[in-house]
């Protein structure tokens, strides 16, 4: 009995998903741009198919946000479920490899001296890691796309609220981002795996991006048509997926003591980390981060989370940093 109690726990803590980039350098996905766009642009046509038949009178404004919003605002939305259980798209880490074998290499993993504990462990941690999958050459986890349209969308929403009470433009963008710190200090982070992911509130802030393009004269934007609203162009995830939705360049802070998974992070993290050194300066490694470097352009949010990291408001990552810890 004393053993299910995690267990039921753990099955109600669906939201705690954090990636684990490292497990996925010896098994690089194929890049899956065009079978995501496909999908994405289904969904968006499904969300102005509904738009159309029920809110056709509706402004572009509150188009744009029905779009975000027929994604899911839960977590582990619908999309980013049937990814998970999808044989059509190339991720790391597979269930075809064997659960006690899968998670191994995990720089969350911890030495156990009992049995019963690691296959606890086992279980735990393939509840929280997501697969990893390959986006234009970005590496990023599941859990993005349902950061990009689900917390995009509150982002959006915030932002439209808050632009009726102020009159900065930037006031009210922050106040979105708020929003975003507030899940990862609390119920999205820290109290549910004890990661806060810097990686997780830039894919917030791109969802957020493409909502605002939509009524914007972009290279893919809504028109009203006779036939209602359309989308004029297609969409691409490539416009919005960027280095810093990767954990490896754009570095998480982990908490140490309790969270929901029974698992504390910083120990674990900072043992494993070195356990990569050779990895990270393998040739291939190396030219990812390359890559990385020549095309990352530091959003507004990535900005600003900065300065919030330097005046002591948020937690300084660079500890975790795979750069730092292998040039010691």
Not at 209 to 228: E, I
Not at 236 to 257: A, I, K
């Amino acid at each position: 009995m004393k053993y299910l109690l995690p267990i039921f726990i753990l099955n109600f803590v669906v939201f705690a998903g954090e990636v684990d980039q490292y497990l996925a350098w010896n098994h690089l996905p194929n890049d899956e741009s065009h079978y995501l766009n496909k999908l994405f642009n289904a969904e968006i046509q499904s969300a102005l198919d509904d738009i159309n038949k029920n809110h056709s009178d509706c402004s572009c404004e509150e188009a744009a946000g029905k779009v975000l919003k027929h994604f899911g605002i839960g977590l582990n939305t619908p999309l980013e479920k049937m990814l998970k259980d999808s044989q059509e798209i190339d991720k790391y880490p597979t269930n075809q490899i064997h659960i006690s074998e899968r998670y191994k290499r995990s720089i969350f993993r911890r030495n156990l001296p009992f049995e019963k504990g690691e296959k606890f462990q086992d279980y735990s941690l393939n509840i929280q890691i997501d697969e990893v999958v390959n986006i234009g050459g970005i590496y990023i986890g599941l859990d993005k796309l349902t950061h990009f349209t689900a917390s995009g969308y509150l982002y959006y929403k915030i932002y439209m609220l808050a632009l009726e009470q102020l009159d900065s433009e930037e006031a009210a963008k922050r106040m979105a981002i708020s929003m975003g710190i507030y899940g990862e200090k609390n119920i999205l982070g820290k109290i549910p795996s004890g990661v806060f992911s810097f990686a997780d509130l830039e894919s917030n802030y791109q969802g957020f991006q493409f909502a605002l393009s939509l009524c914007k004269s972009d290279s893919t934007y809504l028109k009203r048509s006779g036939k209602g609203w359309e989308l004029e162009g297609v969409f691409d995830l490539r416009n919005y997926v960027n280095p810093f939705w990767d954990e490896f360049f754009n570095t998480s802070y982990y908490y140490d003591g309790f969270n929901l998974t029974l698992m504390p992070k910083s120990e674990a993290v900072l043992q494993n980390i070195p356990h990569y050194c050779l990895k990270f300066q393998s040739k291939r490694i190396q030219g990812i981060f390359e890559f990385y470097n020549r095309v990352a352009d530091p959003s507004y949010s990535v900005k600003y989370l900065r300065q919030l990291i330097e005046k002591g408001e948020l937690p300084d990552p660079s500890s975790f940093d795979i750069r730092t810890i292998c040039n010691e």
